[in-house]
C-alpha cells in the first residue's frame, strides 16, 4: 500500500518495518562488533587457579614464567670429539676419559691430555674447548692425534647461553601450546599459575529453531 502521507517509510530497529502493524523494540539494533565490546566491559578475568604441566595445553598463564636457573646449568659440548686444553696446540694425546650426555664424569683433563665427548657432554674440568672428531685421529693404544689446535671455548655451549636465571621464559597472557609446553620443561616448570576456563552456556530464544 502506497504512504499517502509523503512520510518516509516507518522503520523498526533500524530496518524497514515489512508490513504496517509490525512489532517493535525499544532497543536499537546494534553490530556484532559493539555488542562484544559492550560484553567485554563487564567482564571480569578469571581468578588464577594452579594446574599441572600436562593439564596446561590451551590454558592462557596467569603470571610471568620466571628460568629458576640458567640453561644450560653446565658447559656442554655442541660437537662429538675431544675436550681438550687449548695451550697445548696440535699433537698427540692420551685420551683420559669419555665425557657422554647424561652421564657424570669426574675426569679432570691436564696438560697433555684429553677427555673423548659427544653431543651435549658436560665439559669436564681443565678443558676450556671441544675439538671436533673430524679434526683427529686416533693413534690407538689410548692416544689421539689433534691434527687442528683449539681456541678458548671453541664448541662449548656456554652457562646461560640458551636462558638466563631470572629470565622471563614466557608472559603473563601467553596462551599455552605446544611450544610453550616445551619452553616450560626446559626450564624445569611442572606446574603454572594459569586463568581458570570459564564455563559456557549457549540459550536460544524465539521459534526461528526448530528439532
Partial sequence: ENNMSGEGPKTTCGREAAVEGAPSSQFPMISI???NS???QHATPMPPVEKKLTELAGCVLAQDVIAPE???SVPTSIMDGYAVVAA???GERTVVGAARAGDKNNTTVTAGNVSYITTGGVVPPGADA???VEETVSSGNGLVN???AAVPRQNIREVG???SKGEIVLSKGNKVGPAELGLLATVGAVTAQVLAQPLVAVMSTG???AE
Fill in 38 to 40: 559492550i560484553s567485554l
Fill in 70 to 72: 640458567d640453561v644450560p
Fill in 88 to 90: 697445548d696446540g696440535a
Fill in 161 to 163: 647461553s640458551d636462558i
Fill in 146 to 148: 689433534i691434527t687442528k
Fill in 207 to 209: 521459534d526461528e529453531v
Fill in 33 to 35: 562488533a559493539e555488542a
Fill in 130 to 132: 671441544v675439538v671436533m
